[in-house]
């Protein structure tokens, strides 16, 4: 079943490569995407066991991951009907290939425990999503697709440095020489200090730039302004979780070698940093899809907050996964129809929206409240788990930060948000031959309803699954 994750959606890419009709190709992207999701409910219901040699294993870390992707792609795929109906004067076999190779890589990503072929697959995803941000193939998307395959791939390249680095430390330690996450973590407390120490700056500054943690954070506003929205979906609520996921293994592997402390830290620091910088920036934008990029870094900042205060905060943290990944969604999904609507992504253009889209203005402006962490949306059970925790700890500080930064990202927000959906339709205001349709709107309010009920209830097995994942990253005492 491990090899039908990542097989299955590598056959979607041949079959649409191999179609020649645009509005045929969306509905095969579609079916695959249903299939992957019935191929990943079943192994969430029956695990397979472990691979001989222990290259891939799918833990509860690995299956909350897997579980918010697979989610989250099935309704970008849907989506992509009725969106790429109104993009018939671009051909879609590029961007319907990326997306399905993107996913298979994802799915090699939440499977493997082996940290070199890890690596392997999230270079993968940067480099099959990059042709899909040029999509409007304009002078503005391509600087921001040269942008991301830079910044991305040089941070990537840094964390195989740090992969190096590891793999000296077992060289030095004179153990096996291994990067499979089981063998590192039986062999941590023989390796090399210095050289574990350096592999986890390396690591944490590569991965970190791939989530978007400031400073690291350049290409994000860029790439999730000029990409389709659907690709901002699976950028902001997919991608970023993988490399969430890859930070829990080096995170695994400080657990084991006693050198927690170090690197909660760290993450803290450039958490808070990261929260702050969307503060800063989130007020007063001119393009209401760059705020969405800023929302971005706001909510990887909260992710390693999370991590780096430990406790509770931990489910915290694994829950946002969830939370955040569908909220984007909505977020995205919706924002793609109001420019599409209004050909623009200017916040001056902008206005009534709920006038001319009722559907999809409605559904950004219950997106905003949900991803500011207000109740009863989930992202308000994790944001309040992870500041409680704080406060539980005795870590006033950084829940002071914390909720300092949650109030001006929301104030800063709804100062963009709020005239956008409100008031008259500009007179000047361009006329599009857009309208909502079920296909275009039904995905993201779909997501709504899911993210509403996780904020007012937990089902019993994702629960115990939270659970299990935050047993893995609990700081031994």
Same mark, same amino acid.
């Given at each position: 079943?491990?090899?039908?994750?990542?097989?299955?959606?590598?056959? @979607?890419?041949?079959?649409?490569? *191999?179609?020649?009709y645009d509005?045929? !190709?969306?509905k095969?992207?579609?079916?695959?995407?249903?299939?992957?999701?019935?191929?990943v409910?079943?192994?969430l219901?029956f695990?397979?066991?472990?691979?001989?040699g222990?290259w891939?294993?799918?833990?509860a870390?690995? $299956?909350?991951?897997l579980?918010?992707t697979? *989610?989250?792609?099935?309704?970008?795929a849907?989506y992509s009907?009725?969106?790429?109906?109104y993009r018939?004067?671009?051909?879609?076999?590029?961007?319907?290939?990326?997306?399905?190779i993107? %996913?298979a890589?994802a799915?090699?990503v939440?499977i493997t425990?082996h940290?070199g072929?890890?690596?392997?697959?999230?270079?993968? #995803?940067?480099?099959?999503?990059?042709?899909?941000?040029?999509?409007? !193939?304009?002078?503005?998307?391509?600087?921001? #697709?040269? $942008?991301?395959? %830079?910044?991305?791939?040089v941070?990537?390249?840094l964390a195989?440095?740090g992969?190096?680095?590891?793999a000296?430390?077992?060289?030095v330690?004179?153990?096996?020489?291994s /990067?499979l996450?089981?063998d *590192?973590?039986?062999?941590?407390? =023989?390796?090399?200090?210095?050289?574990?120490?350096?592999?986890?700056?390396?690591?944490l500054?590569?991965?970190g730039?791939?989530?978007?943690l400031?400073p690291?954070?350049?290409?994000?506003?860029?790439?999730y302004?000029?990409a389709?929205?659907?690709v @901002?979906a699976?950028?902001?609520?997919?991608l970023?979780?993988?490399?969430?996921l890859a /930070?829990?293994?080096?995170? =695994? +592997?400080?657990?084991?070698? $006693?050198?927690?402390?170090?690197?909660?830290?760290? +993450?803290?620091?450039?958490g808070?940093?990261s929260?702050?910088?969307?503060?800063?920036?989130?007020? !007063? =934008?001119? &393009?209401f899809?760059?705020?969405?990029a800023?929302?971005?870094?706001?909510?990887?900042g909260?992710m390693?907050?999370?991590?780096?205060?430990?406790?509770?905060?931990?489910?915290?943290?694994?829950?946002?996964i969830?939370?955040n990944?569908l909220?984007k969604?909505v977020?995205?999904?919706?924002?793609?129809?109001?420019?599409?609507s209004?050909?623009?992504k200017s916040t001056?253009?902008?206005?009534?929206a709920l006038?001319?889209?009722?559907w999809?203005?409605?559904l950004?402006?219950?997106?905003?409240i949900?991803?500011t962490?207000s109740?009863?949306?989930?992202?308000?059970?994790?944001?309040f788990?992870i500041?409680?925790s704080?406060?539980? =700890?005795?870590?006033?500080?950084?829940?002071?930060?914390? %909720?300092?930064s949650?109030?001006?990202?929301?104030i800063?927000?709804? %100062?963009?948000?709020l005239?956008?959906?409100? @008031? &008259?339709?500009?007179?000047?205001?361009?006329?599009t031959?857009?309208? &909502?349709?079920?296909?275009?709107?039904?995905?993201?309010?779909?997501l709504?309803l899911?993210?509403f009920?996780?904020g007012?209830w937990?089902p019993?097995?994702?629960? &115990?699954?939270l659970?299990e994942?935050a047993?893995?990253?609990e700081?031994?005492?």
């Open positions: 079943m491990f090899a039908a994750l990542i097989l299955l959606p590598l056959a @979607g890419a041949i079959v649409t490569w *191999l179609i020649p509005r045929l !190709r969306p095969v992207l579609s079916l695959f995407a249903l299939g992957h999701l019935g191929i409910i079943h192994v219901t695990t397979p066991p472990e691979s001989p222990g891939f294993h799918l833990d870390l690995g $299956k909350i991951v579980l918010s697979s *989610l989250l792609f099935l309704f970008c849907v009907i009725g969106y790429l109906f018939r004067e671009r051909s879609n076999r590029v961007l319907c290939i990326g997306l399905l993107c %996913l890589a799915s090699l939440t425990h940290l072929l890890m690596w392997v697959a999230l270079e993968t #995803t940067t480099i099959s999503m990059a042709p899909l941000i040029y999509f409007n !193939r304009n002078a503005r998307s391509i600087e921001a #697709t040269w $942008k991301y395959l %830079l910044i991305c791939s941070g990537v390249a195989l440095i992969l190096y680095f590891l000296y430390a077992t060289i330690a004179k153990v096996e020489p /990067l996450l089981d *590192l973590m039986r062999d941590a407390g =023989q390796l090399s200090s210095g050289w574990v120490h350096a592999a986890f700056v390396f690591l500054v590569g991965f730039s791939k989530m978007g400031a690291l954070h350049t290409w994000k506003p860029d790439a302004g000029e389709p929205g659907l @901002g699976m950028l902001a609520g997919g970023v979780n993988l490399a969430f /930070l829990l293994r080096v995170y =695994q +592997l400080c657990l084991a070698t $006693k050198e927690i402390a170090f690197f909660q830290n760290a +993450l803290v620091v450039m808070l940093i929260m702050l910088f969307a503060a800063i920036f989130m007020a !007063r =934008q001119a &393009d899809k760059r705020m969405l800023y929302s971005s870094v706001e909510h990887v909260i390693a907050v999370a991590l780096g205060i430990g406790g509770k905060a931990i489910f915290g943290a694994l829950f946002h969830l939370a990944g909220t969604g977020l995205f999904l919706s924002s793609g129809n109001i420019h599409r209004y050909n623009s001056v253009q902008v206005r009534g006038r001319r889209l009722p999809s203005g409605g950004f402006l219950a997106g905003f949900a991803i962490g109740p009863p949306f989930a992202p308000f059970i994790s944001e788990t500041v409680s704080a406060f539980m =700890q005795g870590r006033m500080l950084v829940g002071a930060l914390f %909720l300092l949650l109030a001006i990202i929301f800063g927000m709804a %100062l963009t948000v005239p956008m959906v409100m @008031g &008259d339709v500009p007179e000047d205001s361009e006329k031959s857009y309208r &909502d349709s079920l296909l275009t709107v039904g995905p993201p309010l779909v709504l899911m993210v009920l996780l007012v937990i019993q097995p994702l629960m &115990d699954l659970r994942g047993a893995l990253l700081v031994p005492q």
